[in-house]
């Protein structure tokens, strides 16, 4: 285990919304942000919902360490897997009969394989709300892991379900209670988006998880995030951070918040933080 110094911070981003925008390119006070941070000292890691073949390779070039991916299944430092947990293999199909009789699309990620249902990927990119071609880098991205019909093993589902269909109230009640229920971060149309993760992962644990590995006091560590999967990671974390436009529950729970990432939210964090 290595030795933290006392005032270096590991710092856990959040990457939509955060650090990556709408048009999914980062803002370049972002960029510099991150590169200033790690010259200074500091230790950064993703922490996304996102699993791995959803992390544009070009991101590690700002100076992550490692990530929490997956909303916490999913936790890496350098190349050492530290964790990756996957959902009961017996629950994939009663799960996504769930979404059949909601008339819902869904995808099963895992940091091996991405298994979107048919029409998944064309529906995400024409009404992901904004231009389909921003989100050409991310079809990429995942091309080489996609793969047909439902996996032998995930670590979570993302299903979008037309509103007006169902409530998050009734697909809790739907989803086996070994499994968490969150509201999803990224909407596409008129959808209700919804993460389902096995129940006690989150960013959360995956902070915990990581400080312990690098020897960090908890206290020394910063989360900055804007979306209700990033809820236990601003709990954990010593520090947090709500971006501009978070979900209120988000905002409570933070330590501040920041301003948009288009109006330089991340860096102006980073600043206030004294991390830069």
């Not at 968490?180 to 992962?201: C, Q």
Request: proline letters at 6%.
């Amino acid at each position: 285990m290595t030795s933290a110094s006392s005032s270096a911070q590991l710092i856990f981003l959040d990457l939509d919304g955060t650090l990556i925008g709408k048009d999914q390119t980062v803002p370049e006070s972002a960029r510099q942000a991150c590169e200033q941070a790690v010259e200074g000292g500091h230790t950064l890691f993703m922490c996304t919902g996102r699993s791995i073949p959803e992390i544009y390779p070009y991101l590690w070039d700002f100076g992550f360490s490692g990530c929490v991916a997956g909303a916490g299944s999913y936790v890496r430092v350098g190349q050492e897997v530290l964790l990756d947990e996957r959902v009961d293999p017996a629950l994939i199909e009663p799960i996504t009969d769930v979404w059949r009789q909601l008339d819902g699309m869904w995808i099963w990620q895992g940091s091996d394989a991405m298994h979107p249902s048919e029409g998944f990927m064309e529906m995400f990119l024409e009404t992901a709300g904004m231009k389909p071609q921003d989100w050409a880098p991310y079809a990429e991205s995942i091309a080489p892991y996609l793969g047909e019909g439902l996996p032998k093993s995930s670590a979570k589902c993302t299903a979008y379900i037309p509103a007006g269909n169902t409530t998050y109230q009734q697909v809790r009640s739907l989803i086996p209670d070994s499994m968490d229920v969150i509201p999803g971060s990224i909407p596409a149309g008129n959808t209700l988006v919804f993460e389902v993760t096995p129940k006690g992962i989150s960013k959360g644990t995956g902070i915990q998880l990581a400080a312990r590995h690098l020897g960090f006091d908890i206290a020394h560590t910063i989360a900055i995030g804007d979306s209700m999967n990033d809820l236990e990671a601003l709990q954990v974390a010593g520090r947090s951070v709500a971006m501009g436009g978070a979900d209120p529950v988000i905002v409570a729970a933070a330590t501040f918040e920041t301003a948009t990432l288009e109006e330089d939210g991340l860096a102006r964090a980073f600043e206030k933080l004294a991390l830069i």
